[in-house]
């Protein structure tokens, strides 16, 4: 299978609500339409998750933040043009997601990907994709495809090709949450 049709299979599965077992620019994500309540609804109760526990989503492009941020602060863009490393902001404000995704505070947080296939992913899809780590709440992260729990793998529609041989282990994203005027608080 090629990337394209791999690609193009999770597409059709986030249109239709459901949800994909897909690698992004860290660890191997869980994902769905992020603009889609039920989708997200259903990665909460595969993840036995709270859903005051609000889950990042990626998006492919930078220009797209105004779309999703109510005020994206200057400092955003400069944070995400020298970020050597994959990086979520948590903005204050969201706008034009699923309202269960959003934190209790109306905050979101945003990556944008580089990753080959989630950058691509997100791009033909047009929507943010939601992203949290591929285990049961309170259980460890998986590090690389062969970590993700046999729960998991059957509780989504779909699971992407590529890269599941791939064992090297990878890290989540470094964290930074974004205020009003120019405060910042790194989280991780």
Same mark, same amino acid.
């Given at each position: 299978?090629?990337l394209?049709e791999?690609? @193009?299979n999770?597409c059709?599965?986030? @249109?239709n609500? =459901?949800?994909i077992?897909?690698?992004?620019d860290?660890?191997?994500?869980?994902?769905c339409d992020?603009? *889609?309540?039920?989708? &997200?609804?259903?990665?909460?109760d595969? @993840?036995?998750?709270?859903d005051?526990?609000?889950?990042?989503v990626?998006?492919d492009n930078a220009?797209?933040?105004e779309?999703?941020?109510e005020d994206?602060?200057a400092m955003?863009?400069?944070?995400?043009?020298v970020?050597?490393k994959?990086?979520t902001?948590?903005?204050?404000? =969201?706008r034009?997601?699923a309202?269960?995704?959003? =934190?209790?505070?109306g905050s979101?947080?945003i990556?944008v990907?580089?990753?080959e296939?989630?950058q691509k992913?997100?791009f033909?899809?047009r929507?943010?994709v &939601?992203?949290?780590?591929?285990? &049961?709440?309170?259980?460890?992260?998986?590090a *690389?495809?062969?970590?993700?729990?046999e729960?998991i793998?059957?509780?989504?529609?779909?699971? &992407?090709?590529?890269?599941?041989?791939?064992?090297?282990k990878?890290a989540?994203?470094?964290?930074? @949450?974004?205020?009003s005027g120019g405060l910042?608080q790194?989280?991780r």
């Amino acid at each position: 299978m090629t990337l394209q049709e791999d690609i @193009k299979n999770a597409c059709e599965v986030l @249109k239709n609500g =459901g949800l994909i077992l897909y690698p992004t620019d860290t660890i191997w994500g869980i994902g769905c339409d992020a603009t *889609n309540e039920q989708a &997200v609804q259903k990665v909460y109760d595969l @993840k036995r998750r709270a859903d005051n526990k609000a889950m990042l989503v990626l998006i492919d492009n930078a220009n797209k933040l105004e779309t999703y941020v109510e005020d994206v602060p200057a400092m955003a863009w400069d944070l995400i043009e020298v970020a050597d490393k994959p990086l979520t902001i948590i903005y204050s404000q =969201g706008r034009n997601l699923a309202s269960n995704l959003l =934190g209790e505070d109306g905050s979101i947080g945003i990556r944008v990907s580089r990753e080959e296939f989630s950058q691509k992913l997100c791009f033909q899809f047009r929507k943010p994709v &939601v992203s949290t780590s591929a285990n &049961v709440s309170g259980k460890p992260s998986p590090a *690389n495809f062969s970590e993700i729990s046999e729960e998991i793998r059957q509780g989504v529609d779909y699971i &992407v090709k590529y890269r599941q041989e791939d064992r090297s282990k990878a890290a989540p994203s470094n964290i930074i @949450k974004l205020g009003s005027g120019g405060l910042f608080q790194i989280i991780r």
